[in-house]
């Protein structure tokens, strides 16, 4: 029985957590992997774009409230999601005919481009923090649990419960749906097989006619909309803060670069091993241990290996690791 407590423990604050934030990861990821596979440069206004959109959505979300509008058991923002995403790609895409394509045009080098994003990072940072705030909110409503501890020992009859929150249920199903219509997308679609083609060899795409410009557009229109929903699947899962989109930054690269930057793929596998590198060792193993050991070799203290205050210094490690041994990453990218 002690073992199965343990198991429920594992899978209560280790499993379950990190497979939440992994999806997460993973799709914000996907955006920053997309832009340097076919807009070539890093992206560092990534995770201010996900702040922008989640703000979006909740504007969207706080005005269908007050009219009167819910989705039942689910949260109100799954409905204001398509107006958040609209209004991301609104500005990522006049970002673009302002900023990034004058230095297309002038055939500027990467690192000017990463440069730029910076400066549109704190741009966007700013106007986040003005429009909502530098605070917490959280707007995650409807039920807040698919199956809550307490439900789970009274059918089971174990002293560990297991809590399964919806936001997290929602987080890990839409991830699925997502990344499934994405990879469909590339793979069988004309314009899909157009931006691989590009991201390939843009000579040899523009020789057979496809319009960069408009791979372009498709490419933001894209990632604006995996911003949003990674944006809003993290703020509903924790709460939003415009900071703390800043910070996921470090993470998000991490699992590009980890997984091989410019492969898709490798994007949802690092997203998902940064996640559990993260959750692993920064969670306090002493109750699962309570369960596992004999009473003598009980132990005292936590048992963890980093403080949670230290969570993205995991991604910093993982990241460097790999620049140092592997730099095209785990799935073969493209080298940084």
Same mark, same amino acid.
């Given at each position: 029985m002690d073992y199965l407590n343990a198991i429920v423990a594992l899978t209560n604050f280790v499993l379950i957590p990190a497979t939440a934030y992994g999806a997460q990861l993973a799709l914000g990821a996907l955006g920053v992997t997309l832009i340097y596979g076919i807009l070539r440069f890093s992206?560092?206004?990534?995770?201010?774009?996900?702040?922008?959109?989640?703000?979006a959505t909740i504007g969207a979300t706080v005005v269908l409230q007050s009219w009167g509008v819910s989705f039942g058991p689910l949260p109100t923002a799954l409905l204001a999601l398509p107006f958040g995403i609209a209004a991301t790609i609104g500005l990522v895409l006049l970002t673009d005919a302002g900023v990034y394509r004058f230095y297309r045009t002038q055939k500027a080098a990467p690192v000017i481009f990463v440069i730029v994003s910076m400066g549109v990072m704190f741009i966007m940072n700013g106007l986040v923090r003005i429009l909502i705030g530098p605070d917490d909110r959280r707007f995650a409503d409807g039920e807040r649990f698919i199956i809550s501890a307490r439900e789970f020992k009274e059918m089971t009859g174990l002293?560990?419960?297991?809590?399964?929150?919806?936001?997290?249920?929602?987080?890990?199903?839409?991830?699925?749906?997502?990344v499934a219509m994405l990879f469909y997308f590339l793979n069988r679609t004309r314009t899909?097989?157009?931006?691989?083609?590009?991201?390939?060899?843009?000579?040899?795409?523009? +020789?057979?006619?496809?319009?960069?410009?408009r791979v372009v557009m498709v490419t933001w229109m894209i990632v604006a909309t995996l911003a949003t929903i990674a944006g809003v699947l993290y703020g509903?899962?924790?709460s939003f803060k415009p900071f703390t989109y800043f910070q996921l930054l470090l993470p998000i690269f991490a699992s590009a670069?980890?997984?091989?930057?410019?492969?898709? +793929?490798?994007?949802?596998?690092?997203?998902?091993?940064?996640?559990?590198?993260?959750?692993?060792?920064?969670?306090?193993?002493?109750?699962?241990?309570?369960?596992?050991?004999?009473?003598?070799?009980?132990?005292?203290? +936590?048992?963890?290996?980093?403080?949670?205050?230290?969570?993205?210094?995991?991604?910093?490690?993982?990241?460097?690791?790999?620049?140092?041994?592997?730099?095209?990453?785990?799935?073969?990218?493209k080298s940084v």
């Open positions: 992206n560092f206004a990534h995770g201010d774009t996900m702040a922008f959109g989640t703000m002293r560990e419960g297991l809590a399964l929150k919806t936001t997290q249920g929602i987080t890990i199903v839409v991830a699925v749906l997502v899909g097989k157009s931006m691989r083609a590009y991201s390939d060899n843009e000579d040899l795409a523009l +020789l057979s006619g496809i319009n960069p410009e509903l899962d924790k670069v980890v997984g091989g930057l410019g492969n898709p +793929l490798g994007a949802i596998f690092g997203g998902f091993l940064i996640a559990y590198s993260e959750v692993l060792i920064t969670y306090a193993w002493k109750k699962v241990l309570v369960y596992t050991l004999p009473d003598a070799l009980e132990p005292t203290g +936590l048992v963890q290996l980093l403080s949670t205050d230290y969570k993205f210094a995991v991604s910093f490690a993982l990241l460097v690791i790999v620049l140092l041994f592997k730099p095209t990453g785990l799935f073969k990218g």
